[in-house]
Every structure is written in C-alpha cells, then in structure tokens.
C-alpha cells in the first residue's frame, strides 16, 4: 500500500547536476548517481493512482506505479525486474526520454510537480547492473528460424533482443564501425556514456545475437542475399535525412553544416579518445570540426541544437548563438492549448542551456554572409512572424528588424526528412511515404516478409517510441516465423502520442 500523503511530505527534488564549471572541461554525463535516500523519497510521492495516467504517456506502458513502490520500499531486485519486463534498455530511456510519463502524471493535474518518474527509472536501471551486471538471460532452446535486424539503434536492439530471447538465430547488421544508432553516434557522453551501450550489447551477444558492422545493406549485402539467408528482415534504419535550406544566400559557404555532422564527428573524437586511439581531427571533407575559439551559430530549437550547444561549450567555443524560428514559449502549460495530460509546448531548459550561449527567439536567417574567401564570418537574421495557413508554414519577416551575428560556425539542427533515399529501399521494393517514412502494415510488414519499426516507420521521433516500436515488430515477427505463445506488443503502428481531440 503505497503512502497516500507521500506528495504532501516531500517536494519534488532531483538530484544536483555537476557544476557547470567542471561538467563543461571533461565529457562525463552532467548528472551523478542520486542517492538511495532521496530516490526512496521521490518515489515515496507517487499516489499509485487507480487509473494511472502516467502509463498512457509512456508508449512502452511502463509499469510506473509498481515499481515506484517498490523502490519506495526497498525491494530493489523486485523493481528491476518490473522495470525489465516493459523496457528492455531503461538506462538509456532513464536518462535520455523527455518523459511524457512526467506530463501525464496525476500530481501535474492538481498543481503538484510531478513524480520523478526518470529519475526513478534510472536509478533502478544502474541498480541492475549493479546487482548482476545485466545478468544474460538466453533462450532455453532454438527455434531453427532466422531473422536479420538492419539497424542498431534502439529499434534494432530492442528487437534483437525480445527474438533472440525467443529462441530465434538473429543477426544485426549495421553500416557504421560501433554499434548504437543515434545513442552511439548522435547523441554527446556527457547525456550517454558509452559504457552504458557497450554493458548492453555484451548481454546481447551473450544471448546469442550476432553483430555485423561495417555493412551498408543493399551495398555490401543485397536484399536479396539477406532475403536468401533469413527467415525475415527487420527494417530499423532510422530518419537520418537532415533536413536543410540551399535556398537560403550562402548555404554552401565554408564553416556551414549540417548538426549531425558536427555531433557525429565530436563523438567519433571522443570515443578515439577514451580508447587512447588518435581522434581524426577532420570531418571527411577536410573541414576542420572542433568549435574551439570560434563563434558558433546554432539554428534550431529541440534535442539535437542542445546537444550542439553542449559540445560547441567542451569544445571551448568563443561564444555560441542559438537560433528558433518560434517565439519564446511559455513556462507553465497552457492549459487550453495543451490540456494536461498532453505533452505541452512550454520552454525546455536543457543542462546545455545553463552552460552558456544565447538563445534568440522568433527570429529566422536571411543570409549566411561571406568574408570574401568562401568562409561564413556572419549570419544576417531577421525578426519573423510565425502562422499556419491550411497546413502549411508561412514565416513573415518584419521590415527593418534585420541584424548580423559573428560566425564562424554554423550548424543546421533544423530537423530530419525522415529515412534516407537509399540503394536497399528499392531492393526490398519499399518507398518513403510523404513524410520520408516506410509504411507498415498493421502487423509492421513494409512488404512480405519485410518489417519496419522505429525512426524508419515513425519519422524522427524519440528513444521511448523506438524501443516500444522494436519490441512490437519482434512480436508480429515471432508470430510471422510460428514461435510458441505471443511476445509483448506495447503499440501498433498506428499508436499517436496523447493528444487533445
Ligand atoms: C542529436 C540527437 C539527439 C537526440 N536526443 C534524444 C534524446 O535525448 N532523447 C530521446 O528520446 N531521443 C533523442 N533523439 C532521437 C532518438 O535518438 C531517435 O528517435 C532514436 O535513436 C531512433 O532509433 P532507431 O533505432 O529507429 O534509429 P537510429 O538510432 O537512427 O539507428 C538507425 C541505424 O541504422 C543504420 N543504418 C541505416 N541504413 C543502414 C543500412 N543500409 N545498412 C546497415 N545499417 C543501416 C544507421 O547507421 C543507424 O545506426 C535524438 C536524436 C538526435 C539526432
Ligand atoms: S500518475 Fe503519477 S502519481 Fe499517479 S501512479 Fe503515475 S507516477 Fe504515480
């Protein structure tokens, strides 16, 4: 029985963050471990609601309740294992999910912060790998039956993971050197260590998944060797198209570039570096990547620019700028906007932001200007006006608002166009749909034989839907090749987040 009046007791805390200072002169993640005592004490706040609201925010339907119990009590092993059964990867969802199980808890609808749900998971996640060191936990007999995984970020993993458990042969291929997607390649150490991927994949491998990287389907290995040598392929490639403005004067200007590729780069220097390798010091085309003493301008608003932000700051930037098209959101929700207990649009402070830069607000870039060799030494923006008309976006600038701010380097975190045009798209027979996504099926078929799940299905969207959406295509999969029983299926392709209708 849960403490009715735990949210009247104690206010909701978390733990410190490293100082700014010091987060800022290394790569380590920004947050240390909690604290056992004041973990049993946030999750002491959650009133175990008779219709927890919290599960419908979170789209792996995470058992929240439960487990908050049973960390409030001290029954730590217990907690693992209802965590685990619902999220296969909580260390990373633990520290990198926005949490929309936060928006929708109960606590927000009466004016109460709400539980600490994150914090809670993460905590229960280490505490696994603590306990058993993620403990393998294979198949107890093999079904005869194959299946190759394209892809290994989230999607892919969870996948990989729930058929191998199955009992099914399962082979993850994946054209990057290491394997992890975006946690491995997109997103900086100091949210995600390495470490954590690498715990993982050691258990994977000991269930018996095997990993191939290094290998570009439908360039390396066709579809049709792939469809020749599985029973079935899932299709978990993710949303990788960035999206980008050649319309914009001097796009292609020297020190102009893509988000990704600058985050890429720096995690590729920072792995170099903690495996005591020679970091490349360039990107592929030459162009020098480190921020260091250089004016950095940022343009974009959402996960990807904070990231920017944080790196340009352990790069040792000279100052950063920090572009959004849309006015300076509120703080609190709006309730007739973003009823609770929908995901509201409100001003989110990343730990980035309090490292330092500028962020600009409502603004939008007329130019990238030129110092007269072909390198940017300028964006000129222009303060705008945002409105939907029928759908579509129309950006007003105002008249005489115009400005310029020093750059040397600027980086594009404006979004993803969703999966890339690429060779094993038309070896497979699939097309992008208008978003740049594949369609399914309702059983997660893009084809016969041929699943899709994660960023690839979806659009780029977040670590939580990935993981849920992998764990649902394994479980049309297994059914697929006749595997005994059913595997859980947290949502089906055509699941949306909360929304007010
Ligand atoms: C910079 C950045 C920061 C983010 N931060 C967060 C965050 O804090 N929290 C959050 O919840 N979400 C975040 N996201 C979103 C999140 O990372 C994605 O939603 C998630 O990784 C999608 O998982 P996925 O498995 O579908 O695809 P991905 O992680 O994109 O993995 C797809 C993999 O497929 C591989 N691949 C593609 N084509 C082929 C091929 N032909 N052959 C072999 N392999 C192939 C790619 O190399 C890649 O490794 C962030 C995204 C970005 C870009
Ligand atoms: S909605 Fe909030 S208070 Fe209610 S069960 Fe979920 S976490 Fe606990």
Redesign the pocket.
């Known amino acids: 029985m849960p403490d009715p009046n735990g949210f009247l007791r104690y206010d909701r805390r978390l733990p410190a963050r490293r100082p700014v200072p010091v987060r800022i002169s290394d790569w380590r993640e920004v947050y240390p471990p909690a604290g056992e005592e004041l973990i049993r004490e946030q999750a002491t706040r959650c009133m175990d609601c008779g219709i927890p609201f919290c599960h419908d925010g979170c789209p792996l339907g995470n058992r929240i309740p439960d487990w908050n119990d049973l960390v409030r009590t001290g029954n730590w092993d217990a907690a693992v294992d209802s965590l685990h059964a619902t999220n296969n990867f909580p260390e990373f969802?633990g520290r990198?999910?926005?949490a929309p199980c936060e928006a929708a808890c109960v606590l927000g609808l009466g004016g109460q912060q709400p539980v600490t749900i994150k914090q809670v998971e993460v905590e229960i996640a280490d505490a696994a790998v603590a306990r058993d060191g993620l403990r393998p936990r294979p198949a107890s007999a093999s079904t005869g039956r194959s299946v190759a995984v394209?892809?290994?970020?989230?999607?892919?993993?969870a996948a990989a993971q729930q058929l191998a458990r199955a009992g099914h042969t399962v082979t993850v291929?994946?054209?990057?050197e290491a394997i992890?997607?975006?946690?491995?390649?997109?997103?900086p150490d100091f949210?995600l260590e390495k470490q954590h991927i690498d715990k993982r994949l050691a258990q994977l491998t000991a269930e018996g998944v095997r990993f191939r990287t290094g290998?570009?389907?439908?360039?390396d290995v066709t579809a049709e060797q792939l469809r020749a040598e599985h029973d079935a392929v899932l299709l978990?490639?993710?949303?990788?198209q960035g999206r980008d403005t050649p319309e914009t004067p001097g796009r292609a200007l020297r020190g102009v570039h893509q988000?990704?590729a600058h985050?890429v780069a720096a995690n590729r220097v920072v792995a170099a570096a903690g495996d005591g390798k020679p970091a490349p010091a360039t990107l592929p085309d030459g162009t020098p990547i480190d921020a260091a003493g250089k004016h950095v301008v940022i343009i974009g608003g959402g996960?990807?620019a904070a990231?920017c932000l944080g790196v340009a700051h352990r790069q040792g930037a000279a100052g950063v700028h920090q572009l959004d098209l849309y006015p300076e959101p509120p703080t609190e929700r709006d309730a007739a906007r973003d009823p609770w207990p929908t995901w509201p649009w409100v001003l989110r402070n990343y730990p980035a932001h309090e490292e330092g830069g500028e962020r600009v607000f409502a603004v939008a870039v007329q130019e990238f200007v030129d110092d007269g060799t072909g390198q940017v030494r300028a964006v000129r923006i222009a303060e705008v006006t945002v409105e939907k008309v029928d759908g579509r976006r129309i950006v007003t600038a105002l008249p005489g608002s115009e400005r310029e701010i020093p750059a040397d380097l600027v980086l594009l975190?404006i979004g993803?166009e969703g999966t890339?045009e690429?060779?094993?798209l038309a070896q497979f027979g699939v097309t992008r749909n208008g978003r740049g996504a594949i369609d399914s099926r309702p059983d997660w078929q893009a084809t016969d034989g041929v699943f899709v799940?994660?960023?690839?299905h979806?659009g780029?969207?977040?670590?939580?839907?990935?993981i849920a959406?992998?764990r649902a295509a394994a479980a049309a999969i297994h059914t697929y090749l006749g595997g005994v029983g059913d595997l859980p299926a947290p949502v089906d392709p055509a699941r949306q987040p909360l929304a007010a209708r």
């Open positions: 969802t990198l999910c926005p394209v892809g290994s970020g989230p999607a892919g993993l291929y994946e054209r990057d992890g997607g975006l946690l491995r390649y997109g997103i949210k290998v570009e389907v439908g360039v978990a490639c993710g949303a990788l988000a990704m985050l996960d990807t990231d975190a993803f890339e690429q060779p094993l799940a994660g960023d690839m979806r780029a969207s977040l670590i939580v839907w990935a959406e992998g």
